[in-house]
């Protein structure tokens, strides 16, 4: 499930607040210096911060598989209002081969040590360790209903946005609150996943992210996009949401591309476009057939060097076919809770899908075709 809401029942405890005139925002195109959007992962960017106040942070892990399924992992930990921390975790594995789509949502103790340098951590189900290079995670979960085994290589770098942060109602100093993403856009990974008595031998592509929700998720967006493709030659990633009324309704969009196992573009000047829309009787919410996506960028001007950057471009329209799962969130809370939330909220749900793609990519006066699996996430959270 997407970390950006994956805790739902946390929204119900601060609704106030919301004006009759949008407050100014910080995004993370306007912390960028020197019109270089691709922003060095600094020594401590991917510690745990464990704020406190409303916040929820967490680590998801994805991988798209050689054999063209579909997995995460997700630690979470939500430190919302007057509510005592809690910690959960959120996996999803899905091998078409085998017909196998299995989702996880297992709340654990508050148990959540943490290593010296805050960049491992120890639950009672799930350890994450990141190894003295910051090169390699190791996950692994042991849990009745779920085992994983799971090895994480990051390839080339990972990269964020000017600070890597949106501040809402302000900026540093004033803002309400925030939203942090620190991403890996392509690893190797490696390892065993244990679901239901059967084992899997899984190898693939990775993405990773280091997300940080610093106020109430329904406070920040009415819906948010996520996409992760990935393939032999190519990775491209990218991540928009549109904010709340109360903070204009701005779309704030941020991607990456990777060609040839080399981070070559970050871009804020992406789009996401759905087409043929057809509306879900169950929701009714007008769900797309097809999906447009395009980042618009420049190379990444690397220290020393005296090229000059070329002009980056993505196209890349996705058949919706494959719905791996359409996600209820108010179906697993208390009747009393999901009343009050419904009265804030507009339905919530996560629709993911993973379909085969090909992505046109040009750099300068080249352009070359890939092929490979696209996984999307479209999330619907608030009518705010």
């Known amino acids: 499930m997407a970390s950006w809401f994956s805790q739902i029942t946390s929204t119900v405890t601060n609704i106030a ?49 050689n054999t063209g399924g579909f997995a995460f992992v997700q630690l979470i930990h939500s430190n919302i209002g007057l509510w005592n921390p809690t910690v959960s975790f959120t996996c999803r594995f899905y091998e ?85 993403h620190k991403f890996w856009p392509r690893a190797e990974a490696k390892g065993t996943f244990i679901v239901d008595k059967a084992i899997h031998d899984v190898e693939g592509q990775g993405m990773f992210i280091h997300a940080i929700q610093g106020m109430q998720p329904q406070l920040i967006a009415s819906n948010w996009n996520f996409v992760n493709f990935q393939s032999k030659d190519a990775s491209l990633s990218m991540m928009q949401f549109t904010t709340t009324k109360q903070y204009g ?43 447009k996506l395009t980042w618009r960028g420049k190379t990444i001007a690397e220290e020393g060097s005296t090229e000059e ?6 196209v890349m329209v996705v058949d ?29 749900y996560i629709y993911q899908w993973l379909d085969q793609a090909t992505a046109e990519i040009t750099v300068g006066d080249e352009k070359v075709q890939v092929q490979g699996s696209c996984f999307q996430e479209l999330v619907f959270v608030s009518g705010f």
């Open 96 to 180: 078409p081969a085998t017909k196998t789509n299995v989702f996880k949502n297992i709340n654990m103790s508050a148990k959540f040590e943490l290593s010296a340098d805050r960049r491992s951590v120890k639950t009672d189900n799930f350890n994450i360790t990141l190894d003295p290079t910051l090169t390699t995670y190791k996950i692994q979960i042991t849990h009745p209903d779920l085992i994983v085994s799971l090895d994480f290589k990051r390839v080339d770098r990972g990269f964020k946005v000017g600070e890597g942060k949106t501040y809402l109602g302000g900026d540093q100093g004033s803002a309400a609150g925030f939203v942090s």
């Open 320 to 348: 919706v076919k494959v719905l791996v799962d359409k996600i209820d969130i108010l179906s697993e809370i208390p009747w009393f809770l999901k009343k009050l939330v419904q009265t804030f909220v507009v339905k919530p």
């Open 17 to 65: 607040g919301l004006s009759g005139t949008a407050e100014p925002i910080k995004t993370v195109a306007d912390t960028v210096q020197n019109g270089q959007y691709y922003g060095k992962l600094a020594e401590h960017d991917l510690d745990w911060t464990l704020a406190t106040g409303s916040s929820t942070e967490n680590q998801v892990f994805y991988v798209s598989t």
């Open 309 to 314: 950057p070329k002009d980056v471009s993505v």
């Open 249 to 291: 309704a701005v779309e704030i969009n941020q991607g990456s591309v990777v060609l040839n196992d080399k981070l070559i573009c970050v871009s804020v000047d992406n789009h996401v476009e759905l087409q043929d829309l057809e509306k879900d009787p169950e929701t009714e919410y007008d769900i797309p057939k097809k999906i």
